[in-house]
């Protein structure tokens, strides 16, 4: 079973940077993406960032030029560089795993998010 640790999360200022961990321990196995979630509160979590196995990255459109994803295949770490955070991207991050089952099935694996807060 893969575990997530994530790490990276607190406060900043308008304009400011944080850069967010995640690693995956235990059965690395059939890991072919991974990313970053956010919820803000009294909103639905949205994707943020997401990369496969092959380097095919999506980012939200808020966050684009902004943010940054990177991976680690053989150590399954993912890292979010956030610059010039707003106000609006205050929200907790979740890491996200897609391992595949078989060959026409995954499963989601989420960390227990962090807390990124922007003060104006």
């Known amino acids: 079973q893969v575990q997530l640790v994530e790490s990276g999360g607190g406060l900043v200022q308008t304009g400011g940077s944080l850069r967010l961990s995640c690693a995956a321990s235990?059965?690395?196995?059939?890991?072919?993406?991974m990313g970053w979630y956010r919820q803000a509160q009294g909103k639905q979590r949205e994707r943020v960032a997401m990369i496969t196995n092959g380097g095919s990255i999506d980012y939200a459109d808020s966050v684009k030029d902004r943010f940054t994803i990177a991976r680690d295949n053989v150590k399954n770490t993912v890292t979010l560089q956030m610059n010039s955070l707003k106000p609006e991207d205050t929200a907790v991050y979740f890491c996200?795993?897609?391992?595949?089952?078989?060959?026409?099935?995954?499963?989601?694996?989420w960390g227990q998010g962090t807390l990124v807060t922007v003060s104006s």
């Open positions: 996200y795993v897609r391992q595949s089952i078989t060959p026409s099935a995954y499963r989601g694996i």
């Open positions: 235990g059965s690395g196995f059939g890991i072919n993406a």
